[in-house]
C-alpha cells in the first residue's frame, strides 16, 4: 500500500466539502494544466470554467509550474469563485470583492483545521513546508512554526468552526 500522508490537495478539498456540502451533486473537475490562459488569451496560473451544457459540471484549472504551495493557494482561490459563482453568471467586476475574501479565509480556516486534526500542523506552517514524521504523524517539535489561524469574525468562519471533520 503506497500512502500520501500529507497531499494538501486532499486536505483543502476535505474542508472545502465540509463546509460546502450543497457542492456535493456538483460535477467539480480539477486538473493541472501548464498552459492556461483567459478569456483573452493571456497566461494565467488558474482557471474556473462553467459548463453552458451542465449547470452540474465546473472545471478547474492549476498551473502545473507553479510550487505546491501555489497550487494549493490557488486552488483555494479557484473553489472561493465556485461557492460564490456557482451558477456562472456573476458579473467580472464582482468576483474578488469581500464576500470573495471571506470565503477565501473560511476555506484557509477549514483547511487549517483538517490538517491540525490530520497531522497537527496549521495552514502556516505547511506554507512553511515543514516536515512531517510518519511515525508520529506530526510536525518535528523543533521545526514547528507555530503561525496564527484566521480569526472566526464572520457567520461563514463560524459554520467553519462547526463543520464536521
Not at 457542492?23 to 467539480?28: A, E, L, Q, T, V
Not at 480569526?151 to 463543520?163: C, G, I, K, R, Y
Request: net charge negative; with cysteine.
Amino acid at each position: 500500500m503506497i500512502t500520501f500522508i500529507n497531499n494538501p490537495f486532499d486536505c483543502l478539498l476535505e474542508g472545502f466539502q465540509n463546509l460546502y456540502p450543497q457542492f456535493h451533486s456538483k460535477n467539480i473537475v480539477v486538473q493541472l494544466n501548464p498552459e492556461i490562459t483567459n478569456e483573452v488569451g493571456e497566461p494565467v496560473v488558474g482557471r474556473t470554467t462553467f459548463s453552458d451544457d451542465d449547470k452540474n459540471l465546473i472545471l478547474i484549472d492549476i498551473s502545473s509550474d507553479l510550487p505546491i504551495e501555489g497550487m494549493t493557494e490557488i486552488l483555494s482561490h479557484e473553489l472561493a469563485h465556485v461557492v460564490l459563482d456557482h451558477n456562472g453568471d456573476r458579473p467580472q467586476h464582482e468576483q474578488h470583492d469581500a464576500d470573495f475574501d471571506l470565503v477565501m479565509d473560511t476555506l484557509h480556516d477549514a483547511y487549517s483545521k483538517v490538517m491540525s486534526a490530520k497531522f497537527n500542523v496549521h495552514y502556516s506552517d505547511f506554507l512553511n513546508n515543514a516536515p512531517i514524521d510518519p511515525a508520529q504523524n506530526v510536525l518535528f517539535p523543533e521545526l514547528l512554526n507555530t503561525g496564527t489561524n484566521i480569526p472566526l469574525v464572520t457567520q461563514l468562519l463560524e459554520d467553519a468552526e462547526n463543520a464536521t471533520y
